[in-house]
């Protein structure tokens, strides 16, 4: 389902002190800092102008910003042609923990974010992409 879409997933690894519970409770409570819930559905962040969450995409990177998080990446060609179409991304923020395979490996990051427990314990936006010249 990642296929030919501008999807990100961000997820934990439940490794942190007070194992996965905990971890997930701790990404739940950083998107509430974000005014995003868990659960709720997709969220069109073209909608909520105070949003404070943000992507800038510029050539050969791209930063993901909102309260407690300034995550820096470098996207996949797929994904860099599909915001460029498109002009937004997909993200899922799971406070499920990863569970088995690589983070870097595109067919499991795929399974776990079209995982329907992933899902229903994340919180999924649209966000418009910015970029130097936006």
């Known amino acids: 389902m990642l296929a030919h879409r501008a999807q990100s997933v ?9 194992g996965p519970e905990a971890t997930g409770a701790a990404v739940e409570r ?7 819930s868990v659960g709720d559905g997709v969220v ?14 510029v050539p050969g990177a791209a930063a993901l910003t909102m309260p407690g998080i300034n995550a820096q990446f470098v996207p996949t060609a797929q994904w860099r042609r599909a ?14 923990p990863w569970g088995d395979g690589e983070p870097g ?3 499991a990051v795929a399974a776990f974010a079209n995982d329907e427990r992933t899902l229903a314990s994340a919180a999924q936006v649209i966000l418009p992409v910015r970029t130097l010249r936006s």
Not at 10 to 18: H, I, M, N, T, V
Not at 30 to 36: D, I, M, N, P, S
Not at 83 to 96: P, S
């Open 83 to 96: 915001v460029d179409e498109r002009g937004y991304a997909c993200l899922i923020f799971a406070t499920r």
């Open 30 to 36: 950083l998107l509430g800092h974000a005014g995003l």
């Open 44 to 57: 069109d962040a073209a909608r909520l102008p105070n949003l404070p969450v943000t992507l800038l995409v």
């Open 105 to 107: 490996d595109g067919e």
């Open 10 to 18: 961000a997820q934990a690894l439940g490794d942190g002190e007070g």
